[in-house]
Nanobody, 126 residues
Framework: VQLVESGGGLVQTGGSLKLACETS????????VGWFRQAPGKERERISC????????TYANFLGGRFAISNDDAKNMVYLQLTGLNPEDTGVYFC????????????????????WGQGTQVTVSS
């Protein structure tokens, strides 16, 4: 399994970005893809998750509805739309995947994911 993130960049406070995670190599038709981020000097934190068959979605409470996860099955892509960005959202954003996800996105922690992308940098200026 391979995951490749893209779409990061530099934006001003209040701006938006759409991150993409291209997935490939899955053997199982059922798997979950999660988004995480790691701010400088901080631990990696979970942002969102979507489970396939698509429909189970979770978001971290601290997001306040600013981010939205979506997928394009035909393109093997999972997206994370970031809106209302502020400097505290700065960090490296990772997508991760697991095929034995138990149909519960909410129960998946960082250590449950088996495959990780290389990350994409998001920098929000004040």
């Amino acid at each position: 399994v391979q995951l490749v993130e893209s779409g990061g960049g530099l934006v001003q406070t209040g701006g938006s970005l759409k991150l993409a995670c291209e997935t490939s190599g899955f053997v199982d038709a059922e798997y979950a893809v999660g988004w995480f981020r790691q701010a400088p000097g901080k631990e990696r934190e979970r942002i969102s998750c979507v489970g396939r068959p698509w429909g189970k979605i979770t978001y971290a409470n601290f997001l306040g509805g600013r981010f939205a996860i979506s997928n394009d099955d035909a393109k093997n892509m999972v997206y994370l739309q970031l809106t209302g960005l502020n400097p505290e959202d700065t960090g490296v954003y990772f997508c991760a995947a697991v095929d034995d996800w138990g149909h519960s996105c909410a129960a998946l922690g960082e250590h449950d994911y088996d495959w990780w992308g290389q990350g994409t940098q998001v920098t929000v200026s004040s």
